[in-house]
């Protein structure tokens, strides 16, 4: 009984933490999109927040359907992994940064993202 008290109280906990996360991210994405001169609200509607990044990156709208291919096993998600290395390289570039900073988008979103967003990178167009 108390360890049933406890793995709810604990995933009760990690429900939060994930909340509070996402809720975060949420708004970082809309203050990097207000950089771009985007609306900042696109970051809240699922798909079509993929389609703004997509213009911020200067990648074209039918590039969405790529991520339909992380249907197909491994494969799929190799694939998906390269587009996004390919759109956050785009991205990165056009607010001025490098392949470094698209390696920190990639792998720690969480840390560089907000950098962007709160940072004195200025959104610089398509390259």
């Known amino acids: 009984?108390?360890?049933?008290?406890?793995?709810?109280?604990?995933?009760?906990?990690?429900?939060?933490?994930?909340?509070?996360?996402?809720?975060?991210?949420?708004?970082?994405?809309?203050?990097?999109?207000?950089?771009?001169?985007?609306?900042?609200?696109?970051?809240?509607?699922?798909?079509?927040?993929?389609?703004?990044?997509?213009d911020i990156a200067g990648k074209p709208w039918w590039w969405i359907f790529v991520f339909l291919l992380g249907a197909i096993p491994i494969v799929g998600y190799i694939l998906v992994l390269v587009v996004m290395i390919l759109i956050y390289y785009s991205f990165a570039a056009n607010f001025g940064k490098g392949v470094g900073f698209t390696v920190g988008l990639v792998l720690l979103p969480i840390v560089f993202f907000p950098i962007l967003a709160f940072g004195d990178a200025q959104y610089i167009g398509n390259n």
């Open 1 to 54: 009984m108390y360890e049933e008290s406890i793995a709810s109280l604990f995933s009760g906990g990690l429900i939060i933490i994930w909340l509070v996360i996402v809720v975060f991210m949420l708004f970082v994405m809309w203050r990097v999109f207000e950089k771009a001169g985007k609306p900042g609200w696109a970051a809240i509607i699922p798909i079509y927040n993929t389609l703004v990044l997509l």
